[in-house]
Structures are given as structure tokens and as C-alpha cells.
């Protein structure tokens, strides 16, 4: 597991895409710039999909790790946008 500190979380196993990424938006704007949002998600289009809408976005993916159970979790530091 990672060391890494979030200064927030959510889970969007439950959604599918393109609702996987609104939610993860939703949740990032909420937190202020240079804060870390921990996300976790399916393995697929999710895990495809999410960090690099992330980083069109201009946010710093920091991290993503597989969990071992089909999700993983993601780490995006939000970028000053």
C-alpha cells in the first residue's frame, strides 16, 4: 500500500464510465490547488480514462497502484487551473 497522504477521497467502483470521471471532477474541485485526491476505481476503461482526463485537465497524476482485487487507486495532485 502506498505512503502517499490525500487530503481527500472517494470511491467510484460503483459508477460506470463517463460518470467515473464527473465524480472524480466534482471531487477535485472541492479540494483547493496542490491538495491530493485518493481515488478508487475498476480496472478498464475507469483506470484508462480517468488519470488521463486528469491530466488534460492539468492535474498531476502522482501515483497509480493496483489493489490486487481488480480496483485500483489513483493519485492526482490537483494542478493551479
Known amino acids: 500500500m502506498s505512503e ?3 487530503d481527500a477521497y ?3 467502483t460503483d459508477v460506470v464510465c463517463p460518470m467515473t470521471f464527473v465524480k472524480t471532477k466534482v471531487a477535485i474541485e472541492d ?3 496542490g491538495q491530493v485526491l485518493e481515488v478508487k476505481m475498476n480496472e478498464g476503461e475507469p ?4 488519470p488521463r482526463s486528469l491530466k488534460e485537465e492539468g492535474h498531476k497524476v502522482i501515483s497509480v497502484e ?3 482485487d481488480r480496483t ?3 493519485w492526482v495532485k490537483k494542478g493551479d487551473i
Open 4 to 6: 502517499i497522504k490525500s
Open 10 to 12: 472517494i470511491d467510484i
Open 31 to 33: 479540494i483547493e490547488n
Open 47 to 50: 483506470v484508462l480514462n480517468v
Open 66 to 68: 493496483n489493489n490486487g
Open 72 to 74: 485500483f487507486t489513483v
